[in-house]
T-cell receptor, first 115, second 110 residues
Framework: DAMVIQNPRYQVTQFGKPVTLSCSQT?????MYWYQQKSSQAPKLLFH???????NEADTPDNFQSRRPNTSFCFLDIRSPGLGDAAMYLC??????????????FGPGTRLLVL | SQQGEEDPQALSIQEGENATMNCSYK?????LQWYRQNSGRGLVHLIL?????REKHSGRLRVTLDTSKKSSSLLITASRAADTASYFC??????????FGQGTELSVKP
């Protein structure tokens, strides 16, 4: 089945230690998104890729970076995690963001814990 | 900035009852979508309603959209314990991004 896969499902890191979360998709979608979701809150868009074009949200901290080496994979790098970065990180895909808001397909998320 | 606000924040009902959740938004939209999120999991798309549509059905789900009031509602009929989850509305505007509401936490008791 076509799907969005996130690894790992749970990640524990130390304060200030760089961490990378990964996302892969078999849907062959053009657009990939990274969201941060804290407990009992709405998902908050960090950035998205339209093909290789990177689109950062204005309020996304510089501490968060992303890479998309090919259509299938996208990575979220947190350069120096702080305690406030502990959250669920959700990856999502859609066929074409320029189609004015298509359905997004989400992975199961990676829960990040910062010690 | 948050586009959608949902009401109620939490809803507890008995199995078999209907559940209604409401979503209000601020700016003009292209479409509005509803998603479900089980605890500790990703979001699952439920239904999309376009700005020129007023009502849409999918199985036990009924969604309405009133663009004059900038509001939408999600009705789940004959609820089941498996419907227990958080439900989010998301609005799509210029540029195609989705802006999510705060969500309604639904608990369906057997």
């Amino acid at each position: 089945d076509a799907m969005v896969i996130q690894n790992p499902r749970y990640q524990v890191t130390q304060f200030g230690k760089p961490v990378t979360l990964s996302c892969s998709q078999t849907l062959n979608h053009n657009v990939m998104y990274w969201y941060q979701q804290k407990s009992s809150q709405a998902p908050k868009l960090l950035f998205h890729y339209y093909d290789k074009d990177f689109n950062n949200e204005a309020d996304t901290p510089d501490n968060f970076q992303s890479r998309r080496p090919n259509t299938s994979f996208c990575f979220l790098d947190i350069r120096s995690p702080g305690l406030g970065d502990a959250a669920m990180y959700l990856c999502a895909t859609s066929r074409d963001a320029r189609a004015m808001g298509e359905t997004q397909y989400f992975g199961p998320g990676t829960r990040l814990l910062v010690l | 900035s948050q586009q959608g606000e949902e009401d109620p924040q939490a809803l507890s009902i008995q199995e078999g009852e209907n559940a209604t959740m409401n979503c209000s938004y601020k700016t003009s939209i292209n479409n509005l979508q509803w998603y479900r999120q089980n605890s500790g999991r990703g979001l699952v798309h439920l239904i999309l309603i376009r700005s020129n549509e007023r009502e849409k059905h999918s199985g036990r789900l009924r969604v309405t959209l009133d663009t004059s009031k900038k509001s939408s509602s999600l009705l789940i009929t004959a609820s089941r314990a498996a419907d227990t989850a958080s439900y989010f509305c998301a609005t799509a505007s210029q540029g195609g991004k989705l802006i999510f509401g705060q969500g309604t936490e639904l608990s369906v008791k057997p």
